[in-house]
């Protein structure tokens, strides 16, 4: 065990053990003052009478009368049990159905302030019937019903008597029991209400309502427990602390309340949860020392079956609960024990966790034995049932250790998210690296591409254009104004490749109004005019630099054969839009030509020229050629295929 998680045990320990002592001190001392006039009575004569049967306690009684033969005795009043000698006469005494009936008779002398309410306290009062309570021979108070019902002896007797009462003589007890069961009575206490009370009330609250208020608090956090078991049914250690917490709340049942059940069943219930405790600790520090422990956890789940069915009621095996409890406790606590030190022995070098539950778990077998001594007269009635503070020492082990996991749990929680920003963090960085290189290479390739595309263009026309004119002029066979013309068309090509290298975003209207202002100046410097009727079309989003130079050279070409071939006056460039596509259409009023003799033809390498590059684009073009002029058509496609 850690040096933190020891000091929270030792402290959550001390806490519960530093407020029984104060608990204690405030029975003995509270009250106290000068000219005390409270009576200490501590002698006591003691009578026992056989019944046939549970009866109504009469309204009166006269202890001269009752017979027998009265026996001193000192309070506390503890007499001896045979256990063997009343587990073994159990049966018969219960199909007999008879009763016994102790008297205990309390002299009382010295001083009573008459002024002053009165009351009558006593700090426990053991039977399994009904107890009734005289006052100078009048019935004053009464528990429960007739028959052999559960009282609970962690209630202290507290009896208030009327201001200006008769001074109290003789206090008479009546206590019906089972037979070879026995009573007990502790040393009772006469005087002021006012001054009593206080002793009543702090010993009700240290051996009921505190021991209540823990139980629930760990029973609460039991069932917290089992509805995170629902959400997470892979982790059984949840569901064990809920059984854990169920069978402490059922076992200190009997410490603070009184049902009206019969005895019997309520034994048998808080008799057998003690083993189910037993089990469930015993699951729970298998879970902590990870041994399966076959051979201990079948003799323990065999011996819990079989005690449960030996005790029911409705079987009668073992007869008259209340009388074989006493027998069947060693057997919970030998269980106890041996499950301690075997996982004990299992944890003590491996888990801090175990070992922590087997100091705990020793720590309630103590507790639970010094009740079976109280209870069984072997020890003073008036000390404490340190049994009900099994629950708050489970309580305080078993959440020591839901706290360190919920601690470690945070703890690995925050370790998790640190190495998770430090590999988000470093793979951040592996992909902004790896993306700059990217960006590089994409930059490299594009760069290196369309220097490839221009050399290609420029290679396939301008290179192509000078090299044909610069082999005519040295022949001579090429006149002055062909040269010119020439040299006007590769000064028009070069314009041309430098305009597709300008982004147009999918623009059709954007890269032929480019095309106008390049070829404007020059039909009119030729006398041709030119009509534009270029309207709103569709965006392209596939038009590329190399595809938009693809249009201007096909558009290019088809206007540069108008003037070159047609002797025209006027081109018309309109634009349409169908579902077919985008439609440029370039009409003339000159000359027509014969289609197929000019592809067929030399000289129709041009024409050839833009049904490839059409193709290029997955689109097509059309010449319909008569007297009156020709219409090109270029049909593009509205999205790439």
Same mark, same amino acid.
């Given at each position: ?55 109504? $306690? ?5 202890? *001269? +009368? @009752?017979?027998? %033969? !009265?026996?001193?005795? /000192? #309070? =506390? ?114 005087? $002021? ?5 206080? *002793? +009543? @009330?702090?010993? %009700? !609250?240290?051996?009921? /309502? #505190? =021991? ?430």
């Amino acid at each position: 065990m850690n040096t933190r998680t020891a000091r929270l045990a030792g402290g959550l320990l001390a806490i519960l053990s530093c407020a029984v002592l104060v608990a204690a001190a405030l029975l003995y001392l509270g009250g106290g003052h000068a000219g005390d006039t409270r009576i200490h009575l501590t002698r006591a004569s003691w009578l026992q009478q056989e019944a046939e049967a549970f009866t109504t $306690p009469p309204q009166s009684v006269s202890s *001269a +009368f @009752l017979a027998g %033969e !009265w026996q001193s005795v /000192e #309070l =506390p009043f503890r007499p001896r049990i045979a256990l063997l000698r009343q587990a073994a006469s159990g049966r018969a005494d219960e199909q007999a159905q008879h009763v016994r009936v102790s008297w205990i008779r309390v002299d009382v002398t010295g001083p009573q302030q008459g002024a002053e309410a009165l009351a009558i306290y006593g700090a426990r009062i053991k039977t399994d019937g009904t107890v009734a309570v005289y006052i100078n021979g009048r019935l004053a108070h009464r528990s429960q019903q007739n028959g052999p019902l559960y009282n609970s002896t962690r209630t202290p007797l507290w009896i208030t008597l009327e201001p200006g009462q008769a001074p109290v003589k003789e206090i008479l007890l009546r206590l019906e029991h089972t037979p070879r069961s026995q009573v007990a009575l502790s040393s009772l206490w006469l005087g $002021p209400a006012d001054v009593l009370r206080q *002793a +009543f @009330l702090v010993r %009700e !609250w240290v051996q009921k /309502e #505190l =021991p209540a208020l823990l139980s629930s608090a760990f029973m609460a956090v039991g069932l917290f427990a089992l509805f995170v078991w629902f959400r997470r049914p892979q982790d059984i250690a949840y569901l064990l602390f809920f059984n854990l917490s169920a069978t402490c709340f059922l076992r200190g049942l009997h410490f603070y309340v009184s049902l009206p059940i019969a005895n019997n069943w309520f034994a048998w219930l808080t008799v057998n949860s003690l083993f189910w405790l037993v089990l469930a600790v015993h699951f729970f520090l298998r879970q902590l020392h990870h041994r399966p422990l076959k051979w201990l956890t079948r003799s323990l789940v065999g011996i819990t079956a079989l005690i449960g069915v030996l005790t029911t009621p409705v079987l009668a095996v073992l007869p008259n609960m209340p009388t074989v409890t006493p027998m069947i406790y060693p057997v919970a606590a030998l269980m106890c024990l041996i499950a301690s030190f075997v996982a004990g022995f299992l944890s003590w070098k491996h888990s801090s966790e175990g070992r922590l539950v087997v100091v705990g778990l020793l720590l309630c077998i103590g507790m639970g034995m010094t009740d079976w001594l109280l209870q069984n007269n072997f020890i003073s009635v008036e000390g404490f049932y340190m049994g009900a503070y099994m629950p708050a020492v489970c309580f305080a082990t078993f959440g020591v250790l839901l706290y360190r996991r919920y601690v470690s749990a945070i703890a690995e929680v925050e370790q998790a998210n640190v190495r998770l920003a430090e590999r988000l963090k470093a793979r951040e960085a592996e992909l902004e690296a790896s993306h700059r290189r990217l960006r590089e290479s994409e930059l490299r390739q594009t760069i290196s591409d369309e220097r490839q595309r221009l050399m290609q263009d420029m290679h396939d026309g301008l290179g192509s254009s000078l090299i044909g004119a610069i082999r005519s002029v040295e022949h001579g066979k090429i006149s002055g104004d062909r040269v010119a013309q020439i040299l006007k068309d590769c000064l028009d090509d070069l314009k041309l490749t430098i305009d597709s290298m300008e982004p147009v975003d999918a623009d059709l209207l954007l890269l032929l109004a480019t095309l106008r202002f390049r070829l404007e100046p020059r039909l009119e410097g030729s006398g041709v005019r030119l009509i534009w009727e270029v309207r709103e079309v569709p965006t392209l989003e596939w038009l590329t630099p190399s595809s938009a130079l693809h249009i201007l050279r096909i558009v290019q070409e088809s206007i540069a054969n108008i003037l070159r071939h047609t002797r025209a006056t006027e081109i018309r460039v309109a634009t349409s839009a169908h579902e077919e596509g985008i439609q440029i259409s370039i009409a003339d009023n000159g000359a027509g030509f014969d289609l197929a003799a000019a592809l067929a033809s030399g000289s129709g390498r041009g024409l050839q020229n833009q049904q490839r590059r059409a193709a290029a684009l997955n689109g097509s073009v059309v010449w319909d050629s008569r007297a009156a002029g020709t219409t090109f058509t270029l049909l593009l496609p509205l999205q790439a295929n």
